[in-house]
């Protein structure tokens, strides 16, 4: 049940909550939900249209390259999403609104008593990303984010994909090096070149190891320093971690600063798992710097944490001679901090169907070390709302998280999907 320091969210969409008026009153009465978070349904004024990056509207493949991250020989990471890309009206944001219909479900939502959070869009969408370096896209997303700060009476922006790839797109761990990046990268004390040698230095150094050997090392156990050891790690390559932390933290910290100073709505977003926070741009050490609240989002058991297992092992057999397919799991298990709660020995192991995924690994184990860690990671004073199902991991699991997040101090729960907290 909610409680006064206890949020208790739920995400959901302008037509869900419209066309089912009795589920938020349930959900209120029966679990304490005090807080929906909306996705943005409305429509952008014209002033604001304007500044979009899309060149006459939908922009053609073309000048879509020119906007997306690009890897260090050039090329866009990812052209595989530029459909999806088209459907947008400029980064984040959906074409194709209705500013009637989400004001009539904020209106709802307030005579049922509930806060209201917009959850828009940013750079990414699941591969394909936006540079963030583009000062035209951060004049955009600026732009964004003050409207609906400003015009909808909305308690928080809890404002999603302001990161990088996700991890299970290994390429997009080698982007963006693109001239603007580069130019924020000299401003902020790095050297892109230095950079994109020494990840290039670091493949080197796997394709040298010995894949048996590097196997009963993984039985036996390693550290950073063993890492360090065995590539032949460059400085470099932490510069480059360091760099794109560094961008999306400067990146937030204008973008909250202007929302403030048009409103006093809170501003937020949701954070990579902590396990791997870092390979996707997150540093939750400085998220006081640039957010009012964190979103850990360990909900994504299967896109997030499991295909990057997946994706990982796969490229280490690849780079690394004689790396067999357990011992390569293992390696990503242990390198990432997952090692040690008994998930699947292969690949196979995991399944084709995520639906059910959550009942063939330790689903709670996965999900409370990483809570644990984002409790450590962020600044004590930041309030934190973890993001988990409450639909397809079952009651027993469900309740373990929730305990286990109360213990740590996090500060609230949003659910993705309610079927397992209701009677």
Request: hydrophobic share 40%; net charge negative; charged share 25%.
């Amino acid at each position: 049940m909610a409680t006064e320091d206890w949020r208790n969210g739920v995400y959901l969409t302008t037509r869900e909550v419209l066309a089912q008026p009795d589920y938020v009153l349930r959900l209120r009465d029966e679990i304490g939900l005090d807080t929906v978070v909306l996705d943005f349904a409305g429509e952008l004024p014209d002033e604001v249209l304007r500044l979009s990056p899309y060149p006459e509207g939908t922009p053609t493949d073309e000048a879509l390259a020119e906007l997306v991250i690009r890897h260090f020989d050039g090329r866009p990471i990812d052209p595989q999403e530029y459909e999806q890309a088209r459907a947008l009206c400029g980064p984040g944001v959906s074409r194709n609104g209705d500013d009637a219909l989400f004001r009539q479900a904020l209106d709802q939502l307030d005579r049922a008593g509930l806060k209201a959070w917009t959850h828009g869009g940013a750079w990414t969408i699941r591969r394909l990303m936006f540079c963030p370096s583009r000062p035209d896209t951060h004049a955009w997303l600026e732009a964004v984010c003050v409207h609906w700060a400003t015009q909808y009476g909305l308690d928080a922006l809890d404002i999603t994909h302001f990161r990088y790839p996700m991890g299970s797109f290994p390429l997009g761990l080698f982007g963006c090096t693109c001239s603007h990046c580069a130019t924020a990268a000299s401003g902020m004390g790095y050297d892109m070149d230095v950079m994109v040698e020494g990840l290039k230095q670091a493949r080197r150094g796997l394709n040298k190891l010995n894949g048996k050997r590097l196997g009963e090392v993984a039985r036996l156990g390693f550290g950073f320093f063993d890492v360090a050891h065995a590539l032949g790690l460059h400085s470099a390559v932490l510069d480059w971690v360091r760099f794109r932390c560094d961008l999306v933290v400067d990146r937030l910290t204008r973008l909250r600063a202007a929302v403030r100073a048009a409103s006093d709505t809170s501003f937020g977003t949701d954070t990579f798992p902590a396990s791997m926070a870092l390979t996707a741009g997150h540093d939750y050490r400085r998220w006081d710097q640039m957010a009012d609240f964190a979103s850990p989002l360990v909900s994504h058991i299967a896109a997030f944490v499991c295909n990057t297992y997946i994706e990982w092992a796969r490229f280490l057999q690849e780079e690394i001679p004689d790396l067999g397919e357990e011992d390569a799991l293992q390696v990503i298990y242990r390198f990432l901090g997952y090692d040690g709660m008994g998930l699947p020995a292969t690949i196979e192991g995991f399944g084709d169907d995520e639906a059910t995924l959550a009942y063939r690994i330790p689903t709670a184990d996965l999900i409370i070390r990483d809570l644990v860690k984002a409790r450590l990671y962020l600044p004590p004073e930041v309030p934190s709302y973890p993001i988990i199902h409450g639909s397809g991991w079952g009651r027993e699991t469900i309740d373990r998280i929730l305990a286990e997040a109360r213990r740590l101090g996090h500060n609230g729960i949003v659910w993705q999907g309610t079927s397992d907290l209701l009677e």
